[in-house]
């Protein structure tokens, strides 16, 4: 079985348990996304053809990672006129990891909500590792400056 989705702009024929890389989605690593412009479905069954998209179903998939591409360079020079421009670019991507292909308005299976996440969420381990310290006491004017410095202010 597999499907057609588009996603920032393009599509991209997937399967279950496929990697795809696509422009940048919000989350983390380990969020659950879904994708719900289906363009075409394809499984024993026969083939769906959106118009535009396929009724009721969709694709369920689980962000890897966050990341970057590659650097592209636009160098741009006019010739005899001593000028010359140089840009450079890295587009944002994301990794994800498509679990399975929902059809006919299903929701994600039980084996799919089970997925183990790799990362931990950042708020569970942020409260676990830092101690909460006292709030600390402003200090009065004399302790900020030695006395040194105000005896040799006044001579």
Known sequence: ???????????????AKDTITVM?????????????????????A?????????????????IVEQTRGEKVIAFKKRRRKNS???????????????????ADGAGRSAAAEAVPTEAAPVEAVAAETVPEAAPAEPLAPAELVPAEATEHAEA
């Open 46 to 62: 026969g083939t769906q053809v959106g118009a535009p998209f396929v009724a009721g179903a969709s694709v369920a998939g689980q």
């Open 24 to 44: 940048s989605l919000e989350g983390g690593p380990g969020d659950a996304v879904t994708f719900g412009e289906v363009l075409m479905l394809s499984s024993e």
């Open 84 to 102: 010359k421009r140089k840009r450079g670019h890295r587009q944002d991507l994301t990794l994800v990891e498509i679990v399975e292909i929902l």
């Open 1 to 15: 079985m597999f499907a057609v989705i588009k996603t920032g702009g393009k599509q991209y024929r997937v399967a």
